[in-house]
């Protein structure tokens, strides 16, 4: 289970701290068990992560179906934004 610390992290924080691991672990220049440790971190975070993008989705649902659309639409990059 997460701790209190890792739940207080807003998504944000979250997302900013699973990038800096990524960088770590790519340069190659970690211990195996500094980059084992950076792993599991990356992974809690990760579950955070999921769980409060989950958290806003059923939010959004409800709120959709308070105003009569019940139903969210997959979100579509046009093509220029495709293509950049």
């Known amino acids: 289970m997460p701790s209190k610390k890792n739940l ?6 979250s997302l900013s701290e699973l990038e800096t691991i990524v960088q770590s672990l790519e340069q190659g220049e ?9 792993f599991e971190r990356g992974l809690t975070l ?3 992560s999921q769980e409060k993008l989950q958290s806003a989705e059923q939010k959004v649902k409800i709120l ?3 105003h ?6 997959d979100f579509q990059l046009s093509q220029q934004e495709q293509a950049e």
């Open 46 to 48: 990760s579950k955070i």
């Open 30 to 38: 970690l211990s195996l068990e500094e980059s084992i440790n950076l």
């Open 64 to 66: 959709l179906s308070e």
């Open 8 to 13: 207080n992290l807003t998504f944000e924080q």
């Open 68 to 73: 009569g659309k019940t139903q969210l639409n």
